[in-house]
């Protein structure tokens, strides 16, 4: 197997261009996993790691740009005030060593519907930078997965950046797994609120083939919530906006869970981030 290693950006565009189907590697912590248990064995790795780019952040233009290396650890340790729900979803990842390693663009290039920053991303309504040397395009997080593993990343592009909306109201991420920590989820949810704009995003995690959203549900809490003062919402409006966003999963039985519970799963989920997300509003999250 051969071993890229560019010592520029440009470089590793080059690189990917003369050899689409080299592997990249940030972190490792899936490409390794992948090579350890011989479910991959590509031609050649290309090694972004040491690349100075992919690891810097910077606010710009109303947004956070995450270049595709910033790990968990740095999300959760610096950026949970520039992108809260993803924050929560980074310290809900592994353990500190993953969290150490693991990286946003990693998560955005296995894209396993089960990856913990995706419902962030597509609740807030983040985009993702995706380079060649043909130039730079950006995605909607929304529309970049395909399906398990696959997305809209051509073989010749590398995923540069993640570009996060500045937050504008209260956010929340929640995660259902078999214990609490070093768990893959059986389902996540996440809402992002704007305050501003009055609108209101979901993201689904592990129910579906790629990350979901509902945009019934989005438009039944936007016209519900109570943008004067956060009441909490009644017994009722919390459990229709719950059954709005389980019925926008698309789940399976697996080894993880059943699709049944998945669902349930997601209406509780969803049922408290409402009610998580009025008590911030209260407490001034606008
Ligand atoms: C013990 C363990 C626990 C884990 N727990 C969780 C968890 O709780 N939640 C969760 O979401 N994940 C979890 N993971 C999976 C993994 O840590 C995450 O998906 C992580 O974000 C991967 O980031 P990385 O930088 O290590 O990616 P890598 O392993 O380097 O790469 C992952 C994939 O992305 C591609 N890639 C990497 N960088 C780029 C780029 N710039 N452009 C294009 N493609 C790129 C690679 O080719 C590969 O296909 C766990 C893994 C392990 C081993």
Known sequence: ???????TWEEALAAKSGRPEAVPITGG?????????????????LDLSRLPEPAQWRAEGGHLRLGAAVTYTAIVEHLAGHAPALAQAARSVASPQIRNRGSVGGNLGSASPAGDCHPPLVAAGAEVELA???G???VPAREFYLGPGSSVREADELISAVLVPAPAGPQQFSKIGTRNAMVIAVASFCLV?????RTVGTGIGSAGPRPLRSPEAEAFLAAEFDWEGGAEP??????HFGALVAAAAEPIDDVRGTAAYRRHALAVMARRAWVWCAADYRKGAR
């Open 136 to 138: 730079v395009r950006r």
């Open 1 to 7: 197997m051969e071993f890229l290693s560019p010592s």
């Open 193 to 197: 609120l704007d305050a501003g704009a």
């Open 29 to 45: 912590t899936d490409v390794m996993v992948e090579l350890n248990f011989d479910r991959r064995r590509p031609g050649a790795l």
């Open 234 to 239: 009644s017994e009722a409006a919390a459990r």
């Open 132 to 134: 060649s040397v043909r």
